[in-house]
């Protein structure tokens, strides 16, 4: 793009989130994708809650863990994050010497956004004797407040890695850390945050769902409400439930979490049964509307345009980098 035409993008991305730009219905864009991957040295990494024909064009599909992981050793010189802001901000944090694009810039997050960090670091210094762990799902501003980051992979060991009387704040989501408080015995002082997504999910329409399918499993995501934490079979990370079902003898899974990991059970698990438990509203399923921003059309102009791209300035980035290093120290020692 010359300057001008760059100026014009750059205006239109800060309206819209994208490039409302149509591609040549003619082009096969998995194969374009792929060309430009190759043409600018990208790697293409995705979250397990990204539309079907975006995993199956990515180089790297996992949950925040694996995703942070990948994006620390990675080579290419950008970085193509189809997934939400914070997670491609997190890319940025750990590479700032590199260009790091995403979809759709106003692919966002209801539980990052229920933690504002000016409202956050008042709440901070009303307890200066705590330390403070975060959920990877929070933006940088959120993290550059922090003394150490977790995913729902790694929050036990993390939380676990401070001695039993070091008092712990937790943010932002409450229900996450709730499970927490409850499988390390803990009693963290919670932000009041959670997933839209995850807390939609109906226990009655669970229940009647697990009446009509006797023998399957139900498994959930640790970000759920307790009562529905309650009556599942296996709780995990996105991942942890990816694998619990490729272990697991049952032939049938009432999946408690986004929809889009369900694609990947599947192929994983072509002889077994998934069903997307049914939140309280009238949708058949639970999807995320930030997630599902993304599409492939909007994956297809952000690498032929590199555009939008995530900047920020150095100082958050280097308080932002502190903890999730801390993180993947401990994680890497943990073995995860």
């Known amino acids: 793009m010359n300057s001008e035409t760059l100026t014009a993008a750059k205006n239109e991305i800060e309206r819209n989130g994208f490039l409302d730009i149509e591609p040549d219905p003619t082009l096969d864009l998995f194969a374009e994708i792929e060309r430009l991957k190759k043409e600018k040295n990208a790697i293409l990494l995705a979250h397990y809650y990204q539309e079907p024909d975006i995993q199956d064009v990515a180089d790297y599909i996992g949950d925040s863990l694996g995703l942070a992981q990948q994006a620390e050793k990675t080579n290419a010189d950008m970085i193509v994050f189809a997934g939400v802001h914070f997670m491609a901000e997190t ?150 439930l990816l694998k619990y079902t490729q272990k697991d003898d049952a032939k049938e899974f009432i999946v408690v979490t986004e929809t889009g990991i369900i694609h990947q059970m599947q192929k994983a698990n072509p002889t077994k049964t998934f069903i997307p438990a049914p939140p309280e509203n009238n949708c058949a399923c639970n999807d995320c509307p930030h997630m599902k921003r993304n599409t492939l059309e909007k994956l297809y102009l952000c690498m032929e345009y590199e555009v939008p791209d995530i900047t920020m300035e150095e100082e958050l980035r280097l308080a932002a980098k502190k903890p999730i290093e801390r993180m993947l120290e401990i994680s890497k020692k943990a073995g995860l």
Not at 111 to 129: A, G, R, T, V
Not at 213 to 229: G, M, Q, T
């Open 91 to 240: 890319a940025k944090i750990l590479n700032p010497t590199k260009k790091v694009v995403i979809p759709d810039l106003k692919a966002g997050c209801s539980l990052s956004d229920s933690c504002p960090p000016p409202l956050f670091k008042k709440f901070k210094d009303q307890h200066p004797d705590h330390v403070v762990v975060s959920y990877i799902n929070c933006s940088a501003g959120i993290k550059a407040l922090s003394d150490v980051i977790c995913t729902s992979s790694n929050a036990k060991v993390i939380v676990e890695s401070f001695p039993k009387d070091q008092k712990i704040i937790f943010a932002p989501d409450k229900n996450l850390g709730a499970y927490i408080n409850k499988v390390t015995g803990r009693n963290m002082l919670l932000w009041n945050g959670a997933c839209m997504v995850h807390e939609i999910f109906s226990l009655e329409k669970i229940t009647k769902l697990k009446v009509r399918h006797p023998n399957a499993k139900v498994i959930a995501h640790p970000e759920c409400e307790d009562p529905v934490l309650r009556i599942a079979d296996f709780i995990g990370s996105t991942t942890g």
